[in-house]
């Protein structure tokens, strides 16, 4: 079994590594829940706004020269309005929390802490940084929905066991294209948030 590498990175020092980093996230957000037919150019710019953030985070995982994994992460109150809503009008201080952006693990590399580590990487920033609060969102499919895989167990036992806190109330809708759909439609997005105090 080949050794995992992890490393992070901030703000504009992920340059060199974008592209890489947006055919990741194309290839993992095929699978299901995200089922997302992936568009490099948007990749790019989406990436872009992280890199342009001085308190951006950027956690890769390399097996030798190879991306095939990374978290990354950015004050809340420099994302975009879809994930700022939900929290200012729930009357939080969206200048206390440090948003997850997303986190991607080609599947063989599933199972051998990485998860962890990613969010473990991703606290220990926003700690340092003085963020209070830590969060993320996660769309959610219907339970009957016909490109579920069998078997398909999602995240939540994985996240509770890792302090995380659904927060059904916070939530909001992204958009993006479906694989074999004609146009981007809303998808429906929870946040999941962590106390670091």
Same mark, same amino acid.
């Given at each position: 079994?080949?050794?995992?590498?992890? @490393?992070?990175?901030?703000?504009?020092? $992920?340059?060199?590594?974008?592209?890489?980093?947006?055919?990741?996230?194309?290839?993992?957000?095929?699978?299901?829940?995200?089922?997302? &037919?992936?568009?490099?150019?948007?990749?790019?710019?989406?990436?872009?706004?992280?890199?342009?953030?001085?308190?951006?985070?950027? =956690?890769?995982?390399?097996?030798?020269?190879?991306? =095939?994994?990374?978290?990354?992460?950015?004050?809340?109150?420099?994302? =975009?309005?879809? !994930?700022?809503?939900?929290?200012?009008?729930?009357?939080?201080? $969206?200048?206390?929390?440090?948003?997850?952006?997303? #986190? =991607?693990?080609?599947?063989?590399?599933?199972?051998?802490? $990485?998860? +962890?580590?990613?969010?473990?990487?991703?606290?220990?920033?926003?700690?340092?940084?003085?963020?209070?609060?830590?969060? !993320?969102?996660?769309?959610?499919?219907? &339970?009957?929905?016909?490109?579920?895989?069998?078997?398909?167990?999602?995240? @939540?036992?994985?996240?509770?066991?890792?302090?995380?806190?659904?927060?059904?109330?916070?939530?909001?809708?992204?958009?993006? +294209?479906? $694989?074999?759909?004609?146009?981007?439609?809303? +998808?429906?997005?929870?946040?999941?948030? +962590? #106390?670091?105090?």
């Amino acid at each position: 079994m080949s050794e995992t590498a992890l @490393h992070t990175c901030r703000g504009r020092a $992920i340059e060199p590594r974008l592209e890489e980093l947006a055919r990741l996230r194309i290839t993992v957000f095929r699978d299901f829940p995200y089922l997302y &037919d992936g568009d490099f150019e948007y990749e790019a710019n989406y990436l872009r706004r992280y890199a342009e953030c001085p308190e951006s985070l950027f =956690v890769l995982a390399e097996d030798g020269d190879s991306l =095939v994994g990374a978290a990354t992460g950015m004050p809340l109150a420099e994302d =975009v309005e879809e !994930f700022r809503a939900p929290f200012e009008q729930a009357g939080f201080d $969206i200048g206390s929390v440090f948003y997850y952006g997303e #986190s =991607v693990l080609l599947p063989s590399y599933r199972g051998r802490g $990485i998860g +962890k580590a990613f969010l473990a990487e991703r606290e220990r920033h926003a700690a340092s940084c003085g963020f209070s609060t830590v969060a !993320f969102c996660a769309v959610e499919r219907p &339970d009957d929905h016909p490109l579920k895989p069998e078997g398909y167990i999602p995240l @939540h036992g994985f996240w509770r066991s890792q302090g995380y806190e659904r927060h059904p109330a916070l939530a909001t809708t992204f958009h993006w +294209k479906d $694989i074999g759909e004609p146009e981007e439609t809303d +998808k429906p997005m929870v946040f999941w948030l +962590k #106390s670091l105090k």
